[in-house]
């Protein structure tokens, strides 16, 4: 699962958003290191829809401009649990990869 | 915020077909302007424009291909286009291992490596690079440093139709500037798959490409050039391109759609090569090449305008929800 799919659907677990709202939501997850284009965002909607991990959650019109949200489904929820348990078990390892080379390092470093 | 900025927006969704427009371009728009709104801003970013104009045109293409079929067209593009090359790079320019070397001249020795001479070193550099790119995660460059090679092609070409700017020229030929361009644009429509598998795909496409370069110095007992390669193999090639043909169409009719579309559109390249071999040496074969290639386009259309009913079906499902 690529970057993007992964923070919208992050973004998603929290609740159904729009547009803007997915946008705000990625570029917090991320600590600002994401920003995500609307067109980026709009194809990687359509693709989790055709893949019915996201579905749409009804539109409204605010000061003229319209709005679609979006929820999580029951595949989408899933599939983001499994990505998260994926990332963890990665960091966990790395984790324990750096730490055993931290260990074995002689003291004082390199001359 | 200026009604000029949403009419800019809506122009900029011209991009995208008419179908998605009608259901999701109001929405996008309504998306856009917030993001301005947020920025302070009255006017589209360039990067904005490029990057809808880029999306839209993968929407396009996304309703008339499967997203697995486009990975996989893109992979084999990039695997390929790093191949030919790079088997020109170490068979012809460089030849170390040339079996002719005592009797006759080697372009390292003619020419040195020389970029300007012969651009094949450009090439090689600019698609390994694109390589590299496609293996880190992100893939970031990919796309840029594919679009250099591109206009690269398409420029070299040009510098080939008028001799008299290239005294000592040693190459690259037109049929492989239009081979080049092609695979170029067929990386651009996808994702390529990154890892291993990537590296494998090339070092593959590498084997069978070099093997068949340098066969052709062997059974000829001469240098290996780039014109004998394609003269020797225009033949044999047009023979496996049709068999693949006819693989691709039975595999169409038995529903395999993204198999189908990923053979027929990965054979472009060379179908493209071929077309301008032939209409430059053997004017007759070439225009049977083009009615092929008429077939070949008129089963793509029926396999993708059924993909594009069936996706459509999809699409409409998912907005009803």
Same mark, same amino acid.
């Given at each position: 699962m690529r970057e993007p799919t992964f923070l919208v659907l992050a973004a998603l677990a929290g609740g159904k958003k729009h547009g803007y709202g997915l946008i705000a939501d990625a570029k917090q997850l991320s600590d600002g290191r994401v920003v995500l284009g609307v067109g980026t965002l709009y194809a990687v909607l359509d693709r989790l829809g055709e893949q019915g991990l996201v579905a749409s959650a009804g539109e409204e019109i605010v000061d003229g401009r319209h709005r679609r949200y979006y929820e999580l489904t029951d595949t989408g929820l899933t599939a983001l649990e499994a990505q998260i348990e994926r990332l963890e078990s990665n960091a966990t390892k790395a984790r324990k990869n750096l730490a055993a080379r931290v260990s074995t390092q002689p003291a004082g470093g390199l001359a | 915020m200026s009604v000029d900025l949403e009419r800019l927006y809506r122009r900029a969704l011209a991009w995208y077909p008419k179908v998605w427009r009608e259901k999701n371009a109001d929405v996008m728009v309504g998306t856009l302007l917030d993001v301005?709104?947020?920025?302070?801003? +009255?006017?589209?970013r360039a990067s904005e424009l490029a990057g809808l104009a880029a999306s839209g045109l993968s929407t396009r293409l996304g309703m008339f291909l499967e997203p697995s079929a486009r990975n996989a067209i893109s992979t084999i593009a990039l695997a390929t286009g790093v191949a030919y090359p790079l088997a020109y790079f170490a068979i012809q320019l460089w030849s170390p291992w040339s079996i002719t070397r005592d009797s006759n001249w080697r372009y390292a020795e003619a020419v040195g490596f020389n970029a300007i001479v012969n651009p094949?070193?450009?090439?090689?550099?600019?698609?390994?690079?694109?390589?590299?790119?496609?293996? +880190?995660?992100?893939?970031?460059?990919?796309?840029? !440093?594919?679009? !250099?090679?591109?206009?690269?092609?398409?420029?070299?070409?040009?510098?080939?139709?008028?001799?008299?700017?290239?005294?000592?020229?040693?190459?690259?030929? +037109?049929?492989?500037? !239009?081979?080049?361009?092609?695979?170029?644009?067929?990386?651009?429509?996808?994702?390529?798959?990154?890892?291993?598998?990537?590296?494998?795909?090339a070092g593959v496409a590498f084997v069978v490409i070099a093997g068949a370069y340098a066969f052709t110095g062997i059974a000829l007992h001469s240098p !290996?050039?780039?014109?004998?390669?394609?003269?020797?193999?225009?033949?044999?090639?047009?023979l496996v391109l049709g068999g693949v043909t006819l693989v691709a169409v039975m595999l169409g009719i038995t529903r395999r759609t993204g198999i189908a579309q990923t053979i027929t559109i990965s054979m472009a390249p060379w179908v493209a090569a071929l077309l301008i071999r032939f209409l430059s040496h053997d004017?007759?074969?070439?225009?049977?090449?083009?009615?092929?290639?008429?077939?070949?386009?008129?089963?793509?259309?029926?396999?993708?305008a059924a993909f594009h009913r069936s996706s459509t079906v999809r699409r409409e499902d998912f907005t009803r929800l």
């Amino acid at each position: 699962m690529r970057e993007p799919t992964f923070l919208v659907l992050a973004a998603l677990a929290g609740g159904k958003k729009h547009g803007y709202g997915l946008i705000a939501d990625a570029k917090q997850l991320s600590d600002g290191r994401v920003v995500l284009g609307v067109g980026t965002l709009y194809a990687v909607l359509d693709r989790l829809g055709e893949q019915g991990l996201v579905a749409s959650a009804g539109e409204e019109i605010v000061d003229g401009r319209h709005r679609r949200y979006y929820e999580l489904t029951d595949t989408g929820l899933t599939a983001l649990e499994a990505q998260i348990e994926r990332l963890e078990s990665n960091a966990t390892k790395a984790r324990k990869n750096l730490a055993a080379r931290v260990s074995t390092q002689p003291a004082g470093g390199l001359a | 915020m200026s009604v000029d900025l949403e009419r800019l927006y809506r122009r900029a969704l011209a991009w995208y077909p008419k179908v998605w427009r009608e259901k999701n371009a109001d929405v996008m728009v309504g998306t856009l302007l917030d993001v301005a709104e947020a920025d302070h801003r +009255t006017h589209p970013r360039a990067s904005e424009l490029a990057g809808l104009a880029a999306s839209g045109l993968s929407t396009r293409l996304g309703m008339f291909l499967e997203p697995s079929a486009r990975n996989a067209i893109s992979t084999i593009a990039l695997a390929t286009g790093v191949a030919y090359p790079l088997a020109y790079f170490a068979i012809q320019l460089w030849s170390p291992w040339s079996i002719t070397r005592d009797s006759n001249w080697r372009y390292a020795e003619a020419v040195g490596f020389n970029a300007i001479v012969n651009p094949g070193l450009i090439f090689a550099a600019l698609w390994t690079v694109a390589l590299a790119l496609a293996l +880190t995660p992100r893939q970031r460059g990919l796309q840029s !440093v594919t679009a !250099v090679a591109i206009l690269a092609s398409a420029a070299f070409s040009v510098v080939n139709y008028f001799p008299e700017t290239r005294p000592g020229w040693y190459g690259l030929k +037109t049929t492989t500037m !239009v081979f080049l361009a092609t695979l170029g644009l067929l990386v651009l429509i996808g994702t390529p798959i990154r890892g291993r598998r990537l590296v494998l795909c090339a070092g593959v496409a590498f084997v069978v490409i070099a093997g068949a370069y340098a066969f052709t110095g062997i059974a000829l007992h001469s240098p !290996v050039d780039e014109r004998m390669f394609w003269n020797s193999f225009s033949g044999p090639l047009a023979l496996v391109l049709g068999g693949v043909t006819l693989v691709a169409v039975m595999l169409g009719i038995t529903r395999r759609t993204g198999i189908a579309q990923t053979i027929t559109i990965s054979m472009a390249p060379w179908v493209a090569a071929l077309l301008i071999r032939f209409l430059s040496h053997d004017p007759w074969s070439g225009l049977a090449l083009i009615g092929i290639v008429g077939a070949l386009v008129g089963f793509g259309a029926a396999i993708g305008a059924a993909f594009h009913r069936s996706s459509t079906v999809r699409r409409e499902d998912f907005t009803r929800l």
